[in-house]
């Protein structure tokens, strides 16, 4: 009898260690899993902030002046010739019509 009870506790103390073991492992394979995936996005954050460095400086060249000034289309732009200006309260679009109607 004493035996068998000495067995069945030793059965039932493997038992509790082997479920424990299986638990530590699924979570430090659970722990390692987010470091893979934590990993990747700091890789990808990086690469997406260098990214937008490029982008930035992109943007101020192309909103640069001297690239205005060299811009060939804005180079073959004409002057205004006898512009209008809206002078009090009047509106744009009644002053078109006068100048319409003035022709």
């Known amino acids: ?3 068998k009870s000495t067995a069945t506790l030793t059965v039932a103390i493997g038992a509790i260690i ?9 979570h430090q394979n659970a722990n390692a899993t987010k470091g893979y995936t934590l990993r990747a996005l700091e890789r ?3 690469n997406l902030l260098l990214e937008e460095e490029v982008l930035n400086m992109q943007i101020a060249e192309a909103q640069a002046l001297q690239k205005l000034h060299e811009d060939p289309v804005i ?3 004409l002057p205004p010739r006898l512009a209008r200006y809206v002078e009090g309260e009047q509106t744009v679009a009644r002053s078109v ?4 109607n003035d022709q």
């Open 1 to 3: 009898m004493v035996n």
């Open 18 to 26: 082997l479920t424990l073991a299986l638990l530590i492992l699924f």
């Open 44 to 46: 990808d954050r990086r």
């Open 75 to 77: 180079s073959l732009m």
């Open 97 to 100: 019509a006068e100048l319409f």
